[in-house]
């Protein structure tokens, strides 16, 4: 079992450019959630999927931050014109969701730097 | 305030020592995870718990649901301990995590 693969590990992209992050969540397991991590806002939920439909994007940006789920393998997060302030680690991460156990088990990140 | 307050920010501790971590939280949370975050940014669970009280090994964990607040006690500390330890917690089972601002710990020899 290799985990949750996020890719690419980092990303550099210049303002204005898009910038897309794939998250592959542990095989069988029907939830996905992405979270970003700033020194200033610490460790906050963006959005998350179950059985690949959307349940709550309360976290995103309103502008910009789109995710999708199009089948159990894989989960994307689009930022489209990227700022500095987008600059963060995206944090993927998938549960079972089984009535024994919802915890949640995290990729390893994608640093994005935003020049 | 904060849905989730977590203290101490910063910890240090030397080779030996036993101490401990506490999260508050404003509202009910159904479940808690502790999470270890190693230099590499890697966040690696510690415990997963709905109710109740966990140990493994040198650390310990109990959340107590009603009373809004989990605990993370570490015995014996070791120099691989240092890092940083996050506690979140769910409102429902299945539900997003809310992270809590993280103790910054440090062992010395």
């Known amino acids: 079992n290799a985990g949750v693969i996020q890719t690419p590990r980092h990303k550099v992209t210049g303002k204005g450019q898009e910038a897309t992050l794939w998250c592959e969540p542990i095989s069988g397991h029907s939830a996905v959630f992405w979270y970003r991590q700033t020194i200033v806002q610490g460790l906050e939920f963006l959005t998350y999927?179950?059985?690949?439909?959307?349940?709550?994007d309360s976290g995103m940006p309103k502008e910009r931050f789109s995710a999708q789920m199009p089948n159990q393998s894989h989960s994307t997060l689009k930022i489209q014109s990227t700022q500095p302030q987008d600059s963060a680690v995206y944090l993927c991460a998938s549960s079972r969701d089984w009535a024994s156990s919802y915890e949640q088990y995290f990729g390893p990140g994608t640093r994005l730097t935003v020049l | 305030g904060m849905p989730v307050e977590q203290n101490p920010p910063a910890l240090s501790l030397y080779e030996g020592a036993d101490s401990g971590l506490r999260c508050n939280f404003s509202?009910?949370?159904?479940?808690v995870q502790w999470f270890q975050q190693n230099h590499r940014g890697r966040l690696i669970t510690l415990f997963y718990l709905a109710q109740g009280t966990k140990e493994n090994g040198r650390l310990k964990s109990t959340f107590n649901s009603k009373e809004r607040y989990s605990t993370l006690h570490i015995k014996d500390a070791q120099l691989e301990d240092s890092g940083t330890y996050f506690c979140?917690?769910?409102?429902?089972?299945?539900?997003?995590?809310?992270f809590g601002t993280g103790t910054s710990l440090l062992v010395d020899p």
């Open positions: 509202t009910t949370m159904k479940s």
């Open positions: 999927f179950r059985n690949q439909a959307p349940i709550d």
């Open positions: 979140a917690g769910s409102r429902n089972m299945g539900y997003k995590l809310t």
